[in-house]
C-alpha cells in the first residue's frame, strides 16, 4: 500500500541538539499525525495537523503541515535522553477512507547523555 | 479518561490454541481499530468498527476474528494462529466524526505463538 516517505531513517545526537525530522507524499493530505513509541509501548499521539501551513507547538515539539500538503516536519529542541524512541508520521489522504491513515516508516532516535 | 486498555500484556500461545485481546476504551469514540505491528515496522491496520460496525476488514485471515460487544469493548478472538502471526497487536480508538483523524492507542498485546 501507499506508504509516506520519512526521514531521516535513524539518529544518533547528542544531548541538548535539536533534532528535525520529515514526512513528503506524492499526494496531498488532509491531516498528519505525529506519534512517537517507545520500546513495549503504543504510539502516543504528540501534535496532530489539520490546515495547510499550520504550525503547532506541544512543549519542545513544533511541527508543520506543509503548504503544498505533500509534506509535514518534526522538530525537537533541546533534546533530553527521554526523547528516545521511534518517531512515526501518519497522514490521511482526501482520497482515501478517512478511518485509514498512512504510515511512514519511522524515524529511530538515540540520544547521547 | 483519555486512555485506551488493553489485557493480557503479554501472551503466549500454541497454534491449537484459541485465546482473545480485549481493548477498551472510555473517551466515548465510537471508532475502534485493531492493527498489527512488527518490530521497528509501522502499525498495520487490520480491523475497524464504527458505530460498532465493521466497516473495515483488510483482508484479515479468518483466524483473526474480531468483535465489538459495545461502544467501549473491543475483542480479537485468536485461534489456529501461525508462528509468523507473533507480533505487537494494538487497539486504537477515535472521534467517529469525519474531520477527526486523531487515533489514540492502548499500550499492545504482545503476542508469542509456538
Known amino acids: 500500500g501507499q506508504q509516506l516517505n520519512q526521514s531521516p531513517q535513524s539518529m544518533f545526537i547528542q544531548e541538548g541538539e535539536d533534532v528535525s525530522m520529515n514526512c513528503t507524499s506524492s499526494s496531498i493530505f488532509n491531516t498528519w499525525l505525529w506519534y512517537k513509541q517507545e520500546p513495549g509501548e503504543g504510539p502516543v499521539l504528540l501534535i496532530a495537523l489539520y490546515k495547510a501551513g499550520e504550525l503547532t507547538s506541544n512543549g519542545r515539539l513544533t511541527a508543520q503541515f506543509g503548504i503544498t500538503r505533500k509534506d509535514s516536519f518534526l522538530n525537537i529542541s533541546a533534546s533530553i535522553p527521554s526523547d528516545v524512541g521511534i518517531y512515526f508520521c501518519?497522514?490521511?489522504?482526501?482520497?482515501?477512507?478517512?478511518?485509514?491513515?498512512?504510515w511512514g516508516l519511522g524515524t529511530s532516535l538515540a540520544v547521547n547523555p | 479518561d483519555t486512555e485506551v486498555t488493553q489485557t493480557p500484556k503479554h501472551l503466549v500461545m500454541g497454534m491449537t490454541n484459541k485465546k482473545s485481546l480485549k481493548c477498551e476504551q472510555h473517551m466515548g469514540h465510537r471508532a475502534m481499530y485493531w492493527y498489527k505491528q512488527k518490530a521497528k515496522k509501522p502499525p498495520e491496520l487490520m480491523f475497524v468498527?464504527?458505530?460498532?460496525?465493521?466497516?473495515i476488514n483488510e483482508s484479515v485471515p479468518s483466524r483473526f476474528s474480531p468483535e465489538c460487544p459495545n461502544s467501549s469493548l473491543l475483542n480479537l478472538h485468536l485461534h489456529a494462529l501461525q508462528p509468523e502471526d507473533s507480533a505487537l497487536y494494538l487497539c486504537a480508538s477515535s472521534q467517529a466524526s469525519s474531520g477527526y483523524n486523531e487515533q489514540f492507542f492502548g499500550p499492545g498485546t504482545r503476542l508469542t505463538v509456538l
Open positions: 501518519a497522514g490521511r489522504s482526501p482520497a482515501g477512507n478517512n478511518r485509514k491513515l498512512i
Open positions: 468498527y464504527s458505530y460498532e460496525k465493521l466497516s
